[in-house]
């Protein structure tokens, strides 16, 4: 049973920093691809980030040059970096994979595993 367990959400100002984790209880070799997506209240899940297995990236918009995706596969566990922190960017985040999807879906939808999330409020 593969789990997802995301760490390093909390309270940060406008212009702070955070950093959340998503350990994997199995290889992430297994993964093709390794995303973190967030959902603030009564909006649509979105994508975030995402990380192939090849270690391309792709963001979300509205986070390009303020968030970095990463990944360390001895430790079975990807990253998000996020700074800059917008009192929009206030929502749970999830982390979560797949093992065949080549690309991580906007709406995450199809993605086979997910973490519970972790909330990230960023005050103005």
């Known amino acids: 049973q593969v789990q997802l367990v995301e760490s390093g959400g909390g309270l940060v100002q406008t212009g702070g920093s955070l950093s959340v984790s998503c350990a994997a209880t199995t290889n992430i070799f297994r993964f093709n691809v390794m995303g973190w997506y967030r959902q603030a209240p009564g909006k649509q899940r979105e994508l975030v980030a995402a990380i192939t297995a090849a270690g391309i990236t792709n963001y979300a918009d509205s986070v390009k040059g303020r968030f970095t995706i990463s990944k360390d596969n001895a430790k079975n566990t990807w990253y998000l970096q996020m700074n800059s922190l917008k009192p929009e960017d206030t929502a749970v985040y999830y982390c979560?994979?797949?093992?065949?999807?080549?690309?991580?879906?906007?709406?995450?939808?199809?993605?086979?595993?997910w973490g519970k999330g972790t909330l990230v409020t960023v005050s103005s």
């Open positions: 979560s994979a797949d093992r065949f999807l080549s690309k991580a879906p906007m709406g995450g939808d199809g993605m086979m595993y």
